[in-house]
Antibody, heavy 121, light 107 residues
Framework: EVQLLESGGGLVQPGGSLRLSCAAS????????MSWVRQAPEKGLEWVTG????????YYADSVKGRFTISRDNSKNTLYLQMNSLRAEDTAVYYC??????????????WGQGTLVTVSS | DIQMTQSPSSLSASVGDRVTLTCRAS??????LNWYQQKPGRAPKVMIY???SLQSGVPSRFSGSGSGTDFTLTISSLQPEDFATYYC?????????FGGGTKVEIK
């Protein structure tokens, strides 16, 4: 059974930084692309960034390009999201999501429970 | 970026009703379309992928159809556990984008 457990969310001031982690189990982590998807309060879903199984290919939404960095440690079965220069509009629940292929197929068949990031002074 | 538009934004229906949700893409996306179900306080769950393929474990009352720009999700006989918000998502290119959602409420 796919299990994804996010951590690292919290309250941060505008301009600050935060690092999210997602611990994966129940599948061969390196064989699948992974993404972060966020959901602002009472809003819809927004894909943020994705990373291939090898970690060689990363993709970003324009809204976070240059501020957020996705990475993974396949030896630790863990996905990361480094978020810098945070803005109020980054406030959301951040979900870690498993893709159905190693690269280029962002169909998400596994999700974490989400971690809340609040950007406010 | 490809824009995904869902309609209606909400609907009220009764248990046993047949319900059809619509999703339209701003350009042709072939059959690269998924449907997710999300309940309050929970993560989304994929129901349909590639426009019409039923995800493992999803009840057969759910079905998807369409290609190009117009897609539908049909629930043949609405059950109490189906009341939720449904999102469509394209996987045609990067960035993948989601529709705004359709909330299915109890009548």
């Amino acid at each position: 059974e796919v299990q994804l457990l996010e951590s690292g969310g919290g309250l941060v001031q505008p301009g600050g930084s935060l690092r999210l982690s997602c611990a994966a189990s129940g599948f061969t982590f390196s064989s699948y692309g992974m993404s972060w998807v966020r959901q602002a309060p009472e809003k819809g879903l927004e894909w943020v960034t994705g990373l291939s199984g090898s970690g060689d290919n990363a993709y970003y939404a324009d809204s976070v390009k240059g501020r957020f960095t996705i990475s993974r440690d396949n030896s630790k079965n863990t996905l990361y999201l480094q978020m810098n220069s945070l803005r109020a509009e980054d406030t959301a629940v951040y979900y870690c999501a498993k893709e159905t292929a190693v690269v280029g197929k962002p169909t998400f068949d596994g999700w974490g429970q989400g971690t809340l990031v609040t950007v406010s002074s | 970026d490809i824009q995904m538009t869902q309609s209606p934004s909400s609907l009220s229906a009764s248990v046993g009703d047949r319900v059809t949700l619509t999703c339209r893409a701003s350009q042709s996306i072939s059959r690269s379309l998924n449907w997710y179900q999300q309940k309050p306080g929970r993560a989304p769950k994929v129901m349909i992928y590639d426009a019409s393929s039923l995800q493992s474990g999803v009840p057969s009352r759910f079905s998807g159809s369409g290609s190009g720009t117009d897609f539908t999700l049909t629930i043949s006989s609405l059950q109490p556990e189906d009341f939720a918000t449904y999102y469509c998502q394209h996987t045609y290119n990067t960035p993948t984008t989601f529709g705004g959602g359709t909330k299915v409420e109890i009548k």
